[in-house]
Structures are given as C-alpha cells and as structure tokens.
C-alpha cells in the first residue's frame, strides 16, 4: 500500500492541479494576512473557506482523480497487489496530497507573518486540522461515488450533489426542523444533527474555539455540557474519525467486489 | 467661635498627651491592654490605637469615637464566626492595616466584617477580608473612602453570602483600588449618591462584580470586572458615567458584561468588553451615548430587550462578536454613527475612510436565535450566511432605518 | 496450469459468460477466440482476478484465486489497450512496475530489442499507439513467469516488431511456459498457436488444435473454419 501511495503522490504532486490547489491557498493566506493585518478576521475567513471549499475540492479532485486514473488502477490490478492496497494507496494519495497543499499553502504565510509569537496559534491549528478531517472524509467519500459509478458525468453530477447537500441544503433543512419544532426539547437533536454532517462537524469544532461566548447563552444542559467542557472537542473528533473510517471501510468494500 | 473651640481641644489633647495620657494606645497580645475592645474604651477622641501583630480573638467590636485604629504587620482579628466583627458608629474614624476573618453568617441579621453606621469622613484602607459574610457595609453615612482593600470572600451560593463592599444610602463615598473575589456581588450599591468608584478589579463573584440600584449621579471608571456570574448590573438609577472599566469573560446563560435596565442619561465610554456571551444587555434605558467603547470576542455586543429609546452609538469598534446588534422589535429610535464594524464587507471607492455603502449591524440569523435558541449550532453555516444577505438586500425582519451610514474602514484608536 | 470450472459472469443484465469449463496444462500456446462480445477478455480478467465471477471457480497453478493476489506473481499480463498514467515517463513506469513485482534485468535486453532508448525520458501521453505497445511489451515479458496472458498484442506493431514479437513468444514457449493469448488477426494465430479455445455467447464451443477444427468444420484453411463457425451458429 505504502508504494502505491507513494506512486499516487509523486504522480500528483507533479500534476498541475496540486500547483493550483497550493497556489490558491498560499495567495488567500498571503492577502488575508498581508492586506488585511488583522489575523483575528484572517481566522474567521479562512474558517469559512475551509469549511465550504475543502469539502468541495475534496470530492471534485476525488472523482476527477479516480476517473482519471483509471488506466494506472488496471495496470496496478494486474499486478500482484491486494485490491484493498491499491485503493486505500491511491485514496491516501490524493487526500494527502491534498492536505499537504492546504497545510502548506496556508501554513507558508502564517509561519512568516509570525504566527508562532501569536496566541491565534492554536486557533489555526484547529483550522488546519478540520480542513485535513475534511480532505480525508470526502475524498474518500468521492472515491465511493467513483466507484458506484462507471459513468463519469454522473459521477460527477453525484460528487457536486454530495457537496451542495451538505454545504447548504442539510443546513437549511437542519434550520427548518428546529425551527418547526421550537416547542420541543432541541438540543440533544440539534447535537445529532450536527454530528451527521462532517462540515457542521467541522463548523462546531471551529464555533468552539471562535464563539464559545455566544454557545454559552443557550441554557440547555447538555448544550452546556458539550460547549462548556472539553468533552464537545472530544466527542467531534471522534465523530470526525467515525466519518473518515466509514467511507474508508466501505471503499475497501466495494472495491472488492467491482469489476474492471 | 467653632474654630476657636476645635484649636483649644485640640491644644488639650496635645497638653494632656504631654503630660502622660498617652494619644497613641498599643495592643499587643502581652501588653497591659491585650485586647481591641479595651483599648477603644480607654482611648480618647482622636486617640491613636497601634495594634501589634497577633491574634485576637474578639467580635462586636464597636468603635463610637473618632479614633484611627492601626494594624503593624496585619494582626488578625479572628470573630470566631459569632457576629460581627467591627462596628464604627461615630464620625472621623480611620481603619488601617488589619486582616479581618471569620465573620459570622446569619439568615436574619447581615454581619459585616466591618460596618460603617450614620457615620461621616471615615477612612478604611489596607484592610484584607477573608471568610467573611458581608465585607465593608456603609449604612446612611457619607463622605467615607474605601481603598487598598483585598476582600477573598469562598461564596458558593448566593443565598447564604454577602456582598463585598456595600453602600446603603450612603453618598459621596470613595471607593478606590479594591480588589474584591469570590463573593456575592463584588461591590453594591443601593439608594447611594454621586460616588465614585475607580480602579478596582472584582473577579469571580457569583452574582454581578458591581451592582448598582436607584442609585444616581455616580462614576465609575478604571474597573476590572472579570469573570462574575452574570457581570454587572446597572439598574433604575441616573446620570450615571461609566468609564474605561474592562468586563471581561463574563459566559453563561444569564451572563453579560453589562447588563442596564431602566437607565437614563448615562455615558458609557471607552469601555472593553471581550468574550463576555453578551456585552451590553439593555432593557428600558434611554438617551445613553455609548462612545469609543471596545466590543471584542463577545458573543452578542449589544442585545436590545426593547423600549430603548433614543440612545447613541458613535465611534465605537465592534470587533469579532459572533453577533454585534440583536434586537427583538422591528421599531428602531436609536443612531448607530461612525462605528467600525469588523463584520462590515463594503468599500471606500472614495477613500475618505468612510464606507460607501451603510452597514446593517443586525442580522436576520439574531431573530431566528432569540426565537429558537438551539438553531445557535448554525452559526457560520454557509446556509445562514445566504440568508442573512439576502435580508440584508432586503430587510424584513430586521428594522429597515437600523443602520451605520458612516461605517469606518480601518479600527478606530483613540 | 489454470483450471476453470463453471464459471458464470454477468454485468447488468448482460450475461458474458455462462458456464465455461476450461483446463490449460502447461506449456504450449493457448488461443482464445471467438467473436466480439463473446467473453474473451472477461475470461481472462477473470484468472487475473479483476473481474470477480459471480459463480464458479478459478485456480492458477493448483491454488484458487479467490481472495488472492500473490497468484499475480506467476502471471504475465499484456493488458489489451496500453493506456498508462500519462505524466509518467517510460523510465519511471518500467521502474515503478520492477519496484511493485520484484527485481529483473530483462527490461534492458528488452528496451533495447524494441528501440525504445530514445523514449526513454518521454512522457507516455506523448508516446504514439504503436510505441505503447511496445512499452506494454517490454514491461509484459521482464518477468521471467510460468504463465503469459496475452490480450491482443499485435495491435499497433509495425512488422518487424510483430517478427520480434513472435520470436518472443517462441522462446518463451522453449522456456516450457504456458502463453494464453487472444487476437483477431487469424493469421497470427494460426501461426503460433499449439491449440485454440473457441468462445461462443459465453461457453466453450471448441478447444483443440487447428487441424482438429479444420476437420471439424470440413474447413480448408483456418480462417474459413472460423467463419463458419459463425455462419453456423448465426444463421
């Protein structure tokens, strides 16, 4: 598996999409902080943008990456290799390529705008890990719709859904339900709600740390319990783990079964 | 006439302290006098008692002539939790220098460590209080000050704790440099006049770090309130300034920095309030100018409980609140003016440091919170953000005359 | 050498292959054919364990496939359309695929039979159809393994690398290897095959020598055997 991901790696790193990928981030990081000179907003930016592109860029680079790949897979196939090392070889391949253009492209900056002798540090490493959580969960998500897909086009159409779904719509159903049922205890649901979408997931790790004063208005108790004691970051993780080994497992899965 | 009378008992005092009675009073645990009740029954009018270090052991210490009591080295007056512990019923009385502990605790009756009754220019400094009910209790007296007090009170619930420092119809007192903990209200202020209550810090209290009822034309300025349960209070009183104080970290449901309620023709200015879940919290109070305050990290800035009429917001930052202005009615008769607003993403094409297009601090999402408060989870959601500009564009909910027109561009420094 | 016994494929509704029994012993030149669509490739994707059969059993050198992967160490595969990762250059392939398999020297003696020294440091994107070829040929026949699967591997070969081809082949089979290969030109395989394996609507319609189908179909020369095969079973 190691030598795949190896392969995969070098193979991406090399194409001109990881360059665009790390260009971007370093260009948002260098206008966020240079331009702007206020590393508390850069902050709230780039949570923002972490949460909504990461997962968008994770599922299109997924799809696009195993469609693309196909002819390198058959060759792999043919090797004498296991089935489950070549895909989890290539998956890592991507998503760490992937991260590593996030971590870099965004580190680069921050580390020569002086982060190390700022106490938004830590807020930034909260920052980078989600957005790594976030690669790994839905690259690996693409990689189950490439795989349940032999069609391209639908694969992608799926991959954009995925993202739209739980980017906005999930959010906006999520807001309907609890608004419709304002007259019931909300807060273990609005917690579940939560922990069923790796981006809300995400937000609420990153809420945490950046709005904790506003999260302890609400009187729920265990609203309190999760936002107050560290037990909600520790739970999040571990939701965040949850979500990358599922699909995981289930890429195993499947791509045992396919035919190629 | 008076004067006259002053110089000679004054002259008397010098005399009859030349002759033998002495004008300063030593107690020490193996002195002739060994105890502070003794001391004060032997001493004269504007004696001088110098306690020496040590324990003693005595409450219901009652001080009814005007006397400076002095503490060398902190004695410790221990009221053994019986009572309370001092008493100072005549004028002119200046107490210094002692660490008072173990005041009684009772469900009738409020002992303080040390109680000032219908008494005029008394001083208290350089006292420390610890295992107290009440701390310094000012009843119907004026003109007293309060300062380098250090009162570490171990409340746990708030009905069986005191206050830390409370003025009870009393007026012109000073209070200044005290640093009060962990008690119920750090410093209270009931039916009390034109004080002034300056460079204090009050952290972790249980209820508010001040605390101020029907209580008019009073200044406070330089205070620290961090970390008390529900900040600090401001209610039914006038006039009141209030001043480059910090209120700071103050979370919880019920919890802000500042909380006014029934305020009128106040000044809040060059404040800071940071992480606390709700700044300012406002209810029924007009005509305040709220000015180069300092709104940072909070969860609400500013939340208006409505009928609030005719205030002023200039010149002031408001700086990473998850939410800067929430209001529950559609009626807006207050001026929000040359703000700046970090939240605020228009342009200054002219670059006159003014945003060209107004900014509209209240944001659809704050309705839907007040309304239903778990939709707090949402918070930055992309979804949310759609529909905030889209009230934005066009305001439904959101009070449509609510705006800064002059939104600034860069932080304002003052 | 691969045993084969009822073995049933199915994509969709498309049913490739119903019930095929095959034994191949070893050595010699295997044939595959049949018409398009009649389950060729999906048969030996099959021994090679890419497409997974939705019954019936497989096993390569006395062992069963199923679940494995180290098999694959015994077998040479020449994919049918040699389509590879195209930001890869040759060198790197050929490295990549001796790093993945285990060590070898063949693929000099083999780079420098085709002339592929000047491709060398060349993209394979850039790499015209019959070039590929030879690169997929190169890496195919660098393992020194008891089986050979061939999928059309004439295609895109200009003649004197179709004479070096069958060379190749030829000395592989000396080796005492078994070489599977299927192919539309019917003159090569008429040329270098010991016996053939005829595919039809998903079963085995004949499996023999060449003169045995000739007589079989009352057929003078191979090609017009096949055809009426065809003819036959499509009237």
Redesign the interface.
Known sequence: MLKILKYSFFDLMRSRWSYVYFAFYLLLGIVLLFLNNDLSKAVITLMNVIIVLVPLIGTIFGVMYFYNSKEFTELLLAQPLKRSSIFLGQYLGVALSLSMSLILGLGLPFVFYGLFKSNTIWDFSLLLITGTFLTLIFTALAFNIALSNENKIKGFGYAILLWLFLAIIYDGIFLMTLVLFEDYPLDKLSLIGTMLNPIDLSRTLILLKLDISALLGYTGAIFKQFFGTSFGLIISFIMLIVWVVLPVLRIVFKAKKKDF | MKCFLQHSVFLILVFTSYIGFSQTINVCEDCSISSIKSAIKQAKNYDTIVIKKGTYKEYNIVIDKPLTIIGKNYPVIDGELKGEVITIISNNVTVDGLFVINVGTSYTEDYAAIRVRRSKHFVIKNIVLEKLFFGIYIEKSSYGKIYHNKIIGDAIEEYNSGNGIQLWYSNHIEIEHNYVEHVRDGIYLEFSDDCLIKNNVSAENLRYGLHFMFSNDDVYQDNTFENNGAGVAVMFSKKIKMLNNIFKEN???A?YGMLLKEINDAEIIGNTFE????GINIEGSNRITYKNNNFT????AIKVRGACYANRFLENNF??N??DISYNSKVNDNVFDKNYW?NYTGYDLDKNGVGDIPYRPVKLFSY?VN????????????????IDFSEKVSPVFTPDNLMDNNPLIKKITW | MVSIQNLYKKFGKNQVLSGVDLDINSGGIFAVLGPNGSGKTTLIKSVLGMVIPNKGEISVLGNNIKNSSNYRYKIDYLPQIANFPSNLKVKELVKMIKDLRGYTTEDLRLIELFKLEPFLNKKLGTLSGGTKQKVNLVLTFMFNSPLIILDEPTTGLDPISLIRLKDLIQVEKAKGKTILITSHIMSFVEEVSDEIVFLLEGKIYFKGTISELKTKTNQPDFEHAIASILTDNHA
Do not use: A, M
Request: proline letters at 3%; charged letters at 15%; aromatic letters at 14%.
């Open positions: 979370w919880g449901t919890s992480e606390n879940t709700i990290n909070n969860g609400w700086l990473y998850s939410f970090s839907i309304r239903t408060p778990e939709t707090i989870i949402l918070l930055r959601s992309l979804f949310i953000d759609l």
